[in-house]
């Protein structure tokens, strides 16, 4: 490349050498935002309903994602180019076969949207899937340890203020609306149709969600980001950070317990009595006891006792998820080996039952079932490979907070489907696993 061209290349960062980064920070920030334009195109209708999951929206998130890779590409051409050229020549040796295995797993999904039913729809999700990979892929390459704990602090002050706003929003018993607003609150109450609340001592109380589409998804926010500020908060040498990290760990965990989430909250206590013995400030035996002590106290506190103990498997919430899991099932069994198309589980749903309610038109609410309905087993293979290199990675580098957050990623996707369905979710899948994959692994030390 010409001295000329090669200037003209690196004219944006000689301008603003730091856009970059403000980019990825912004992103960083305003991952728990939902504000965005929704479009509804006829497959976004399930019978006769709009059906949000189905809905192409371009997020506030979006545009951020879009500006940081004209940037990259701007930027790297010359790069990516010479190592395109590098994977062209040498693809077919068996050294590099893991290499080959992102292409087939993209012409992989190219068959499975053709045979699908609505195969618009399914390049829609093809479209985002690339969207979340680059932004993963960024973060692997972005990340090092000072990188690290800037965006560590941005969390932290993302954090309290997702917190701060679900704690007002509970004692509102509704939204608060005004600026919220802008940066993704929707406008509901305790009696929205459709909303999700919690019975204590007999009476119906909202449960906060604070700009997320629900306060399970907002559980899984805190309930992923919580364990690693925990531990950068012994880590940090700067008082300042510190002080930030302990106040959005403390305000984060109040949010995180008024969400009523059973299984971030029980993830929560686990990975922070892990996490205390692991920090060596208490022994296993001192550990085990916080817990018991913890425990005791959640279930002898009556709102708690209530949303732990007096479950039963004739709930509605349990009854849904056995519904969908049992279409789930049947999904598998007639399209086991591509699936009914990528995104296409919800429009599936009326050839598999005659329930049209509108609590039923949710996704099955677990990953894995998700991934093997709508991509079958051919397409689930090629995910558990994915985690299997992950643990591998994970294992080489033997931080144990990397091996908290990826078991409670899993933890969470058996139980719920947002890491898939929800932008949000998968914003926060693609960070966490950058984080994982980080190109420099001493970022966790």
Not at 168 to 184: D, E, P
Not at 269 to 291: D, G, T
Not at 346 to 360: D, G, K, V, Y
Request: contains cysteine; charged residues 10%; hydrophobic residues 50%.
């Amino acid at each position: 490349m010409k001295s000329g061209q090669r200037t003209s290349q690196n004219l944006l960062l000689a301008r603003f050498p730091h856009l970059p980064d403000l980019l990825y920070y912004l992103i960083i920030f305003f991952l728990p935002t939902q504000l965005g334009k929704h479009f509804w195109p006829d497959f976004s209708y399930v019978y006769g309903l709009r059906i949000d999951y189905l809905s192409p929206t371009i997020y506030m998130t979006d545009l951020l994602i879009g500006s940081l890779f004209i940037v990259w590409l701007f930027n790297n051409s010359k790069e990516i180019l010479r190592k395109f050229s590098i994977f062209s020549s040498q693809f077919s040796t068996k050294r590099n076969f893991s290499r080959l295995l992102p292409y087939l797993f993209f012409f992989y999904l190219l068959l499975n949207i053709s045979l699908s039913q609505i195969p618009l729809l399914g390049l829609y999700g093809l479209l985002k899937l690339l969207e979340f990979s680059f932004f993963g892929y960024y973060t692997y390459q972005f990340l090092n340890k000072k990188r690290f704990q800037t965006v560590l602090l941005v969390l932290s002050i993302s954090v309290f203020f997702q917190s701060v706003l679900a704690i007002a929003q509970f004692f509102n018993q509704g939204s608060l609306g005004g600026l919220f607003y802008v940066v993704g609150e929707r406008t509901f109450s305790g009696q929205t149709p459709g909303i999700a609340n919690v019975t204590i001592d007999g009476k119906l109380f909202l449960r906060p969600y604070a700009t997320f589409p629900h306060p399970n998804v907002l559980a899984g926010f805190l309930c992923i980001l919580l364990p690693l500020l925990f531990h950068f908060l012994f880590v940090s040498r700067s008082q300042l950070v510190s002080v930030a990290l302990a106040v959005s760990v403390g305000i984060g965990t109040i949010a995180l317990l008024l969400t009523f989430s059973r299984a971030a909250i029980s993830l929560w206590i686990l990975v922070l009595c892990f996490s205390l013995f692991q920090k060596r400030m208490f022994s296993m035996k001192a550990s085990l006891s916080i817990l018991l002590v913890v425990l005791l106290g959640i279930v002898s506190y009556s709102p708690f006792r209530d949303r732990f103990l007096q479950t039963s498997f004739i709930e509605e919430s349990f009854l849904i998820r056995k519904d969908l899991l049992l279409m789930s099932f049947e999904m598998i069994k007639n399209h086991f080996l591509f699936g009914v198309g990528m995104l296409q589980f919800l429009p599936a749903l009326p050839a598999f039952t005659s329930i049209s309610t509108f609590n039923t038109l949710q996704p099955v609410h677990n990953i894995f079932f998700l991934i093997t309905s709508e991509l079958g087993i051919i397409g689930l293979c090629f995910v558990l490979y994915f985690l299997f290199k992950t643990y591998k990675k994970i294992h080489k580098k033997k931080f144990i907070t990397s091996y908290l957050l990826f078991y409670t990623f899993l933890v969470l996707g058996f139980f719920d489907h947002y890491f898939l369905t929800l932008q949000q979710g998968q914003l926060l899948s693609a960070f966490l696993f950058g984080v994982l994959w980080s190109k420099k692994g001493h970022i966790f030390a």
